[in-house]
């Protein structure tokens, strides 16, 4: 659905009616930020997404808000609507109850495979457009329109890269969505969390200093977005973007680095992250909705900038939610319910809503079988990838939609006894968690509001949720139009 790069997706997304072109002259300095959180939040009459086409003291256009809302995230990811992605990973994995935990780490290794063996592999050009123009020996980023988007940031920062590196023992390719915090025209500050791929090289890189690393800027949506999945780290980006796109990734070599990236990128920032050049990074103004602490974090030193003759420079804005990227979490929501259910088949949905900013709120919903059955659902999934890092886990019952915040509310609230259906536990939480006593490590907790069972020790015999009948249903259903009421 979106084409082959950034320009093609601009095209679609112009033809559908999804762009708005922006001829204002603006400031990249808090002033695209301003208008991009009132077109997120509400505040306009569109929520398009927006290309900057005069941007103030430089000569390219910025997009931004380009996966904004349900149906142009699922166009970035070549489907017509997002549940979509649901269902076609289903299709590619086997999700019979495994035996044992070995079956079942057996089939998520096998899913390595199943892309594998789609076709999709990432393969190698000579010939590239992101390498129209070469910059060596005076490589300089003051070309870029990076943003500043918050009056106390610690500077301007890239926020929408594929940052793409390799594991120095294995080789196996990681693609993060890190933010860069432009320091001067050839460096850059890496904000790789302690959880992220990116963190797990700098911890094992053995043999010198310098990691070899490339900043991209663009190409297939598909592959920005999965710089942003939190995928097992056998699994390159790149196999899974191929998957989406229904084709291989075309990759092209980096002319100053050992690494290949996307040839139909906009531009590569090439160079290497200095493990022993650790910098203070921040304050920053993130998805968490509160401004980050300066933290040191290693620095990007540039070697190489290849580009477009004329690029498009993609961007995007967090904040307070809801922002763009809380459509990027929700695809990610959407394709990892299989990969859920690999573990823990009893869950029929799972949800995490723009107020939880990803790691505070999880809610699922589950086909409860025996007494005790949310606490092993809310155990198992802090024991999955990332969702460890979840702080608060709401199980309800199989009939409750999860992606209706109020009907889960009034399940979670109503179905509570707070004395007796909460777990309380330590463990790491996310990076960026203010809240916690400590670094990366505080409180969770779980919430059983599944309808509760005599075995749980409930006695009292409970309670039947209040419907209308199907056949009155009907026969209201018939009236409708004559009652001069609208659509139902």
């Known amino acids: 659905m979106g084409g082959n790069g950034l320009r093609d997706f601009v095209t679609l997304l112009e033809r559908r009616g999804e762009l708005l072109r922006v001829t204002t002259p603006v400031s990249p300095a808090l002033e695209i930020t301003e208008i991009v959180r009132r077109v997120s939040q509400g505040q306009a009459i569109r929520n398009p997404a927006l290309l900057f086409e005069r941007v103030r003291g430089y000569d390219l256009p910025v997009l931004i ?3 904004g809302n349900a149906q142009r995230m699922a166009w970035a990811l070549h489907v017509d609507e997002l549940e979509a992605l649901n269902r076609n990973l289903a299709r590619l994995v086997d999700l019979r109850m495994p035996r044992s935990m070995g079956a079942a780490a057996g ?27 070469i910059e060596t020996a005076n490589p300089s980023l003051d070309f870029l329109p990076i943003l500043t988007c918050w009056p106390k940031d610690g500077g ?14 294995t080789g196996v390719r990681n ?27 700098e911890r094992v890189k053995r043999d010198g200093s310098q990691l070899p690393a490339a900043v991209v800027l663009g190409g297939d949506p598909a592959c920005i977005w999965c710089a942003s999945a939190p995928l097992p780290p056998d699994i390159d980006e790149y ?22 990236v996307p040839a139909d990128a906009e531009v590569v920032i090439e160079g290497y992250v200095d493990l022993d050049d650790q910098r203070p990074e921040g304050p920053f ?56 259910r690999l573990f ?26 025996f007494p005790g059955h949310a606490r092993k659902v809310i155990h198992g999934l802090w024991g999955l990838a990332l969702l460890s890092l979840a702080k608060g886990i709401v199980v309800v019952d199989a009939w409750v939609d999860v ?11 109503g179905n509570v006894d707070w004395a007796r259906d909460v777990l309380i536990a330590e463990g790491p939480v996310d990076h960026l968690d203010h809240a916690s006593y400590q670094h990366s490590f505080g409180g969770k907790i779980g919430i059983d509001a599944t309808a509760k069972w005599p075995e749980e020790g409930y006695s009292r015999g409970w309670p039947e949720v209040a419907r209308m009948s199907p056949e009155v249903q009907a026969r209201v259903d018939a009236l409708w139009e004559g009652l001069g009421l609208g659509h139902p």
């Open 403 to 413: 992606q209706n915040p109020t009907e889960a509310a009034w399940q979670a609230l």
């Open 175 to 201: 693609v993060g969505m890190y933010r860069l915090q432009k320091v001067d025209s050839r460096t850059l500050l890496v904000h790789w969390q302690r959880h992220k791929g990116g963190a797990e090289h």
């Open 156 to 169: 301007p920062f890239i926020t929408l890269p594929q940052v793409v590196t390799q594991h120095p023992e």
């Open 344 to 369: 823990l088949p009893e869950v029929v949905d799972f949800a995490m809503p723009a107020p939880g900013v990803f790691h505070n709120l999880v809610l699922v919903s589950i086909q409860k079988r």
């Open 65 to 67: 808000n380009m996966f």
């Open 107 to 133: 089939r998520a290794l096998s899913l390595v495979d199943a892309l594998r063996a789609a076709g999709v592999r990432p393969h190698k050009v000579k010939r590239a457009p992101v390498q129209e123009v």
């Open 239 to 260: 196999l899974l973007a191929g998957w989406l796109r229904g084709k291989p990734v075309p990759l092209v070599a980096c002319v100053t680095q050992p690494l290949s």
């Open 285 to 340: 103004g993130d998805h968490t909705g509160y401004y980050t602490p300066v933290e040191l974090f290693p620095a990007f030193h540039v070697t190489a900038v290849t580009r477009r003759r004329d690029p498009i420079y993609p961007a995007t804005v967090v904040g307070p939610p809801p922002m763009e990227d809380y459509w990027m979490g929700k695809a990610t929501e959407r394709l990892f319910l299989p990969l859920l």
